[in-house]
DNA sequence: CGTGCAGTTGAGCAAATTCAACGCTTGTGG
DNA sequence: CCACAAGCGTTGAATTTGCTCAACTGCACG
């Protein structure tokens, strides 16, 4: 049982609307990563929806700063974030026509957004393009099954997770500055926000971490942190 | 908390040792799955580990007969299955050169097998057996997602999610004979087997499903299970 | 200086786990 | 052919974990 977390605003009416813009032949970026951000660049307002689930997955999409969640709502309010997107992820990937999760900027965000149809276009042509496509998509599909991995822990080892998770996708080696909230932290891990704040302070008891400030946390003992990760 | 499952048999030595093979030019087949089945076909009885976690992955595999289960194991001898695979099913894709899961069959199975690097070799000069690649990979993608959108919900979504999903994958369209234990499907589901056989009695007594046997199930009442699905 | 949102903390409760016992089926050796 | 052990599944009772409901704090913003 989740969080019933749909009580939230989204600024709608941030509809995508990107300049068409022809791929040009020319020597071939070596990574698609960076194709995608020679793109048109946009701006999200915090919480700002940029796409939603079931709409057509026409783009592509490239952090370039802010940080993204994408999340899917069940019938009854429970929410579930699937993955957070910091500065040079790629994301918007998926299987079919059609996006499967909802995507939002998280905090103020400018996002580099290139048309799908024309990344697939240049793979038809560029075995490399298509090739890197295909490492993206794996590189996805290895952080969800990581994060499965996360769900089926305890509560102190899933936030323990999360935290050398976050760290290693961080700058600094012993700080994290969380773009999220603690309702986007619990509803990445399947936890509410009292036991994730709970979890947080019986950290902070016990040395492992500091909590500077809520959306700052200092990891004080990796090797502890380790040991609880299960 | 899972359960500490790592007790379990495991018919190692059946290392794979397929004859090179070249896959000659000839008509292209339009389906990659169709391709692997071309391959090489090999047998593992119950519980013969078919690859090992962190071993390279070499092979494409695809289910003719049996079952499959990938899995992972925690330090302390958690078990996650991160999912069965049925006949037609291919699997063994994974993004790096290592498998992150282990695979074991399930009962006694029959698994085609082709070279990985004969498969990208193909795809290097064909640009559909590249999209193709691509299609599984996201598929796959798509099929983990939602597992994860299973391991969020209550002990009684998810022994239903369960069953509908292993409905849908097979011939009838009421009866499910399933080919795993309930330590299995309690692995898969985050739960112990103990709330696995809870859950199917509780469903059974509210008419929802008939055990015929343990491992035959009989959906009588599809609306109140999609009802239950959370 | 209030108002509102985000986060924390506490008390009681519900869901799922743990521990334990038992039944059924299957296979095996005497 | 029977007896018995082993594996699998079910059921019960006690316990634990995380959730729900509620109150309260701190901080930012008007």
Redesign the pocket.
């Known amino acids: ?4 977390a749909a009580i ?1 605003v989204s600024n709608a009416g941030n509809a995508i609307k990107v300049p068409e813009r022809q791929t040009e032949a020319g020597p071939v970026p070596q990574a698609l990563s960076d194709t995608i951000e020679t793109g048109v660049q946009m701006s999200f307002a915090r919480n700002a929806e940029i796409y939603g689930e079931n709409e057509p997955a026409d783009y592509l999409y490239k952090v370039i700063s802010g940080a993204v969640r994408t999340y899917k709502v069940l019938a009854d309010g429970r929410r579930q974030i699937g993955a957070f997107y910091l500065p040079g992820d790629v994301f918007g990937l998926e299987s079919g026509e059609h996006h499967v999760f909802s995507a939002e900027a998280v905090i103020d965000s400018k996002i580099a957004v290139i048309r799908r149809s024309a990344v697939m276009g240049l793979a038809a042509r560029d075995n490399d393009v298509a090739r890197q496509l295909w490492v993206l998509t794996s590189r996805e599909l290895r952080r969800v099954q990581d994060h499965i991995m996360l769900l089926i ?6 936030v323990v997770g999360f935290l050398l998770e976050m760290s290693a996708r961080m700058p600094s080696e012993t700080q994290i500055e ?1 773009p ?5 932290i ?1 509803d990445y891990l ?12 019986q950290l902070e008891d016990s040395a492992a971490i500091e ?1 500077a ?3 700052r946390v200092l990891l004080r003992d990796r090797i502890a942190l380790r040991r609880l990760n299960g």
């Open positions: 049982m989740l969080s019933p939230r822990k305890t509560a102190q080892e899933r969380l999220m909230s603690r309702q986007d619990a399947g936890l509410t926000i009292e036991t994730v704040s709970r979890t947080l302070t909590l400030t809520s959306r």
